[in-house]
Structures are given as C-alpha cells and as structure tokens.
C-alpha cells in the first residue's frame, strides 16, 4: 500500500521541511494545491493543538466529499491518505504567553513583521535580560486513514532581543535570539533552523507516530495471515 500525506498549506517552505523529513519512498507528500483541494476553516481553537486539528479535520473532509464524488486529481489506487497540518506561534513569557496563538494576526494580519517586533520590544523595554524567554511553538495535527486523530507539540527555546538582526527565516525571527548560537533564527540557515525547531521536532514526532502505526497495522494484517493458515 502506497501512503500519500496532504499538507494542509499553501507554503512552499512548510513543504519543503516535510519533505526533507521523509525518506521512505513509499510515502508522498503533497501540499493542498497540488492535491487539487482547498480549505479555509476559522481557526477558533484556544490552543495551538485544537487550531491544528480544526485544520486537518477541514481539509480530511474535503478530500472524503471528492473521493465520495470521484472527483480528486489523484490516483487512489492502492493508497492509504493521511492529511497533517500545523499551527505554530511566538510565546513570550514576559508578556503572559502573548501572542501565542495569535502569532500571525498580531496588530493585523497584513502588519509589516518590523513594525509587530518593534512594538513588541518597547512593551518589553524594561524587561531585564533573563526574563526575556521565549519559544516558538509548533502543533502538528494529523488525521491518519483509519481516521484516527493525533496532535503532537514541538518548541524551539530563545531570548527576545533588543534589535532586529539577519535575513533569513520569516516572521518573528530576526528578533527570536538563540543563545547557543550567538545569534537569531534569521541568521541560521535553514538547514540549521529546521534541525532544532519547534515544527521539525514536531514534524518528526508526528512522522514517529505514524510509522508506529503503520507497523502496527502492518502487524495485525500479518497476525491474521498467520490465523488464516491455521484455519
Ligand atoms: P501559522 O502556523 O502558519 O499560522 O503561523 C503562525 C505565525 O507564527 C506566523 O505567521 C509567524 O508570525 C509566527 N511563526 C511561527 N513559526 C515561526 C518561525 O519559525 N519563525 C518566525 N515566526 C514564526
């Protein structure tokens, strides 16, 4: 049985990680555009688990209303369907857990990212050093074939800083310091960045899971061909 995993996003980056992550080659993976389905669910969880698999639950939906209608783009054909999403977000502890799950409409969804840190760092001005912590957060949900619900958490340590520095990453990076780096998550590489964060913990504990249940599936079918030949 081929396994076919849909992503449920539009990032190329978020693909790409994924990607990267799988190595059997018997499992695909595929983003919602490229799997041919869309889905836009309000994301009204108060945690980063539940927006996660509100995600997941949205687009598993849609795949089974098109498989129902024959209308996916895909073949089926000896394929066990999977869909994960992920729901990710900076928590601040100095600012009670601010933004949190509100990570990306912060200040308006469209806000400039410069403008949200920097409105960010004067609330935290008198913020001495070491209770500047901080950690990107990521839950990955996923909604295996058997229909089965899972969520795991992965989290990423830092520092806030008190200036914006490097290129790379996205977001909230180049003010998220990494003290065992010396520097931001926008002055790693992404290779470096994938290897340590919160969604790559999270994408591997999620990928564990499911291998642990595909061998657990792979043995109930071998346990009742075993029954079978004593029958
Ligand atoms: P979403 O999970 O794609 O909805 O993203 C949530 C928001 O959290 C993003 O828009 C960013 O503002 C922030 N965020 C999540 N992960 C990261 C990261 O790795 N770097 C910087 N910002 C991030």
Sequence with gaps: MKQLIIFATGNKGKIREIRDIITDPN??????REAGVSADPDENGTSF??????????????IRQKKEAGTLCF??????????????????????????????????YDTDYNYKMEQIMK??????????TARFVAAVGAIFPDGSEHVVLGAMEG????????QNGFGYDPFFYL???????AEITEEEKNAI????????AMLAQFEAWQRSGEAAQETDAACGDHK
């Design 197 to 204: 964060s919160h969604r790559g913990k999270a994408l591997r």
């Design 159 to 166: 520092v806030i800083a008190r200036g914006i520095y490097g």
């Design 75 to 108: 073949d089926t054909t000896d394929t066990q369907i999977t869909v994960m999403s992920d729901d990710s977000g900076l928590v601040i502890d100095a600012l009670g857990g601010e933004p949190g799950i509100y990570s990306a409409r912060y200040l308006g």
């Design 49 to 62: 688990e539940e927006n996660a698999l509100i995600k997941a639950r949205a687009v598993y939906d849609v």
């Design 123 to 132: 609330r935290m001005e008198n913020v001495p050093d070491k209770e500047r």
């Design 27 to 32: 499992t695909e993976v595929l983003s919602m």
């Design 179 to 185: 003290p065992e780096y010396g520097k931001t998550s």
